[in-house]
C-alpha cells in the first residue's frame, strides 16, 4: 500500500471504504480528546499562574479562545468540503460539510457563551456590541442557515449544492471576525497569539491553550465521523454493501 | 444581448404597473413600521432622534426583504425561468435585471420617503441627505444579497422564513455602515469611511451577486 498516490487517498472518497475507515479512527480521536483536554485543562487550571490583573477569572480562557478558532476554522474548512463536493460532485465531501456544521455551530455558541461569562467579571457586562462579538453571533447565524437550508431541501443533491453556495457567500465573514479587532478598535482585545510574533503570555497559558485546541480539533473529528457513518448509512441504504455489513455484524465475525 | 436585456426591463416593468398594491406594499410595510416607534417608544423628540438613523435602515432592511419571495416566484410558477435559463443569454445579465428593477420598484421608493420619515422622527435637515444616500447606496446592496437567497430558496417548503434566516446575517454589515454612516453625521463625526465601505459592499455584490443568483437559480430549478 503506497501512501504517496493519487489513488491510495482517492479511495476515502468513496463512502464504501470511508464507513469503516471513520469507525476505526473514531474511538482514536476521542481516547486523544479525552487525553488532550485533561492535560490541556492540568495546565489551564493548575499550572498556569492566575493572571496579575484578572486573578482567575481569565482561565475560562483555555476553552474559550481555541472555541472561537473552531468556530472560524470549521466553517472554513465545511466550505472548502462544500466547494470540493460542488466541484467534483463527490457526496462524502458534502456529507461532510454537513457533519461539520452542528460543531461549528456549537463551538460558536460556546465561544459566545463563555465569553459572556467572562465578560462580566472583567468588563462588567455580559454582552456589548462590539465588532467582535458581533461578528462572531453572525457567525452563529450563518452556520443556522446553512442547517436549516439543507433541512429543508428533501433532493440531497439539490441540498448539497445550495448549501455549498450558501456557505461559499457566508466565508466572507470569516476574516471579518479575525481582523475585527485590528480594524475596529472596539472592547475586545487584540490576540495574544500570532504566527508573526511571540505570543504575550507566559508558555504555560500558551500550551494550555494549543493543547485546548488540538483537543477541540480532535473531538470535532470525532463527532464529524459519527455524523457521517450515520448520514451513509441513511442514504445507501439500499445497497448491497451495507446490508452484507450489517449481516457479518450479526454472525458474529465482524 | 442589449436588446434581450431591454426586452427583460421593459417586461418587469409593465408585469410590476399591471400589480401596482405588490410594489406599494413594501412602501407602506416601511412607513408603518417606522410609525409605529414613537407609539411604542412614546413621543419625546430627543430620543427618537437618537433612534432614528437604526430604526429607519432596520425598517428598511426588513421592508426590502419583504418583497424579495416574489422576485421569482412568480416566473418559477408560470415557467418564464425555465425559459431564461434555457435562453442563450447570460442567466447573470437577465437576473442582474430583475434584480435592477426589484430595487428601482422597491428599494427606490423608501429612499425617496426617507426623508418625510427622518423628519417625523425628528432629524435635521443634514442627516436626513446622510440617510438618503446612504439608503441609495445601501438598498442596492439589499436587494443584490437577497436575491441569491432568493434563488437558493425557490420552491423550498417554508420559504419565507428560511429566506430571513440565511438573508439577515448578510445584511447586517450594511445595517452598521447605513445606520452608522447617519449616527457619525448626527454627532458632527466624519462620514467617509462609512461612505466607502458602502461603495465598497455596493461595488462588490454587483459584481458577485448576480453570478451567485444565477447559480443559486441553476441549483433550484436542476
Known amino acids: ?254 | 444581448m442589449i436588446a434581450v436585456f431591454r426586452w427583460l426591463i421593459w417586461r418587469e416593468f409593465s408585469l410590476a404597473l399591471r400589480r401596482k398594491a405588490e410594489v406599494l406594499t413594501a412602501l407602506l410595510f416601511f412607513v408603518i413600521v417606522v410609525s409605529l416607534f414613537p407609539l411604542g417608544i412614546g413621543p419625546e423628540i430627543d430620543t427618537l432622534r437618537e433612534i432614528a438613523p437604526g430604526v429607519l435602515w432596520v425598517a428598511a432592511l426588513l421592508a426590502s426583504m419583504l418583497s424579495l419571495n416574489r422576485l421569482f416566484a412568480d416566473d418559477y410558477i408560470d415557467g418564464t425561468l425555465e425559459q431564461l435559463i434555457i435562453s442563450s443569454q447570460p442567466l447573470a445579465l437577465l437576473v442582474f435585471g430583475k434584480i435592477l428593477i426589484h430595487w428601482v420598484l422597491t428599494g427606490l421608493p423608501l429612499v425617496l420617503i426617507s426623508p418625510i420619515l427622518g423628519m417625523q422622527l425628528g432629524m435635521d435637515a443634514d442627516s436626513i441627505i446622510i440617510l438618503m444616500l446612504t439608503l441609495l447606496i445601501g438598498t442596492p446592496v439589499l436587494s443584490l444579497i437577497g436575491a441569491v437567497g432568493a434563488g437558493l430558496t425557490l420552491g423550498v417548503r417554508g420559504g419565507g422564513v428560511l429566506l430571513s434566516l440565511l438573508i439577515l446575517p448578510l445584511y447586517i454589515p450594511v445595517l452598521i455602515f447605513g445606520a452608522g454612516a447617519v449616527e457619525s453625521a448626527q454627532a458632527g463625526l466624519g462620514v467617509e469611511a462609512h461612505f466607502s465601505l458602502l461603495s465598497a459592499f455596493l461595488t462588490g455584490s454587483l459584481i458577485l451577486a448576480p453570478l451567485g443568483a444565477a447559480a443559486a437559480l441553476r441549483i433550484s430549478l436542476d
Open chain 1, 1 to 254: 500500500m503506497n501512501f504517496f498516490t493519487k489513488a491510495f487517498w482517492l479511495q476515502f472518497s468513496s463512502p464504501k471504504t470511508f464507513y469503516p475507515v471513520a469507525g476505526k479512527l473514531i474511538p482514536v480521536f476521542m481516547t486523544v480528546t479525552i487525553v488532550l483536554t485533561f492535560i490541556g485543562l492540568y495546565y489551564g487550571f493548575v499550572l498556569a499562574p492566575p493572571d496579575y490583573q484578572q486573578g482567575d477569572s481569565y482561565r475560562i480562557m483555555f476553552i474559550h479562545v481555541p472555541a472561537a478558532w473552531m468556530s472560524m476554522w470549521i466553517y472554513i474548512v465545511m466550505c472548502i468540503f462544500a466547494i470540493i463536493g460542488m466541484v467534483w460532485r463527490t457526496r462524502l465531501s458534502d456529507m461532510m460539510a454537513g457533519a461539520l456544521a452542528p460543531t461549528g455551530a456549537m463551538f460558536a455558541f460556546l465561544a459566545l457563551w463563555t465569553g459572556a461569562l467572562w465578560g462580566k467579571p472583567t468588563w462588567g457586562t455580559y454582552w456589548v456590541w462590539d465588532a467582535r462579538l458581533t461578528s462572531e453571533l453572525i457567525l452563529l447565524f450563518l452556520y443556522f442557515g446553512f442547517i436549516a437550508l439543507r433541512a429543508a431541501i428533501d433532493d440531497p443533491q439539490r441540498a448539497a449544492r445550495a448549501s455549498a453556495l450558501l456557505a461559499c457567500v457566508g466565508v466572507i465573514n470569516v476574516p471579518i471576525i479575525y481582523f475585527s479587532v485590528k480594524w475596529w478598535n472596539t472592547l475586545h482585545q487584540g490576540a495574544s497569539v500570532g504566527l508573526t510574533q511571540k505570543a504575550t503570555m507566559a508558555d504555560s497559558m500558551l500550551t494550555a491553550m494549543m493543547v485546548m485546541s488540538f483537543a477541540f480539533w480532535a473531538y470535532t473529528f470525532a463527532v464529524a465521523f459519527m455524523r457521517v457513518r450515520n448520514e451513509i448509512l441513511e442514504r445507501e441504504k439500499n445497497s448491497a454493501w451495507v446490508a452484507e455489513t450489517f449481516s457479518q455484524k450479526e454472525g458474529g465475525s465482524k
